[in-house]
């Protein structure tokens, strides 16, 4: 089974409101990953890096910004919630045994602004 | 344009009734075909890999091939348990890090 952890499951918060959703992995994977789901559709990538120090933008623009301090943590921050953000955000590694290399997702943030 | 599509939407079928969901994309540059599954309120779980046109690989009840235009994942005799909904991604990104481009999924329902 992946360990990978997202905390929290969900979060529920006002507009304007700073939120700092966390994602770890123990599996050693230098690559991470942000992707935004909503209901029904497709996941979109928002955010990646490469390892420590590395953080790239995914091809869907989010105001969300992310950092990679340690190899196994990623969180992910809003400095500003706004209700267009309500989404599920999933987190996910993978290791480097190339491009093809299969991503092991967390359980996912289901965050709701009000 | 990168694109992932899916077909059907949605499949109802009955225990033991086998069937196939599609998958076709346009991509620029395929560097692997992956299929998921994900049940409600949790993230995706990785079932497949495929690199090449021809290719096939199976588990369990399930098997996914893959040509050069479109990937079928196979149910073969499918049980109550095998309801969620199958995710195919394609992988568009160099050999520093995997990116995924997703289709919306084929959400099953396996009735007993």
């Known amino acids: 089974e992946a360990d990978i952890y997202q905390t929290p499951r969900y979060l529920v918060i006002g507009t304007g409101k700073k939120i700092t959703l966390e994602c770890s992995q123990t599996m050693g994977h230098d690559k991470m990953y942000w992707y935004q789901q909503d209901p029904g559709m497709e996941l979109h990538l928002i955010h990646y890096?490469?390892?420590?120090?590395?953080?790239e933008k995914g091809d869907l623009s989010s105001e969300s910004t992310v950092s990679r301090i340690r190899t196994e943590h990623f969180p992910l921050t809003l400095e500003s919630a706004r209700p267009s953000h309500t989404s599920q955000y999933l987190c996910a590694s993978s290791g480097s045994r190339g491009p093809n290399t299969e991503a092991f997702f967390g359980q996912g943030t289901r965050l709701t602004v009000v | 344009e990168d694109q992932v599509t899916q077909s059907p939407e949605a499949l109802r079928l009955q225990e033991g009734e086998s069937s196939s969901l599609n998958c076709s994309y346009t991509v620029s540059g395929l560097r692997g075909l992956f299929w998921y599954r994900q049940d409600p309120g949790k993230g995706p779980e990785f079932l497949f890999t495929?690199?090449?046109a021809g290719e096939e690989k199976e588990k369990e009840r399930l098997k996914a091939t893959l040509t050069k235009k479109e990937s079928f994942l196979h149910i073969t005799a499918p049980k109550p348990e095998d309801s969620a909904t199958y995710l195919c991604a394609v992988n568009v990104g160099g050999w520093g890090a995997q990116k995924l481009v997703f289709g919306q999924g084929t959400r099953l329902t396996i009735n007993p």
């Open positions: 495929l690199y090449s």
């Open positions: 890096s490469y390892g420590v120090n590395s953080t």
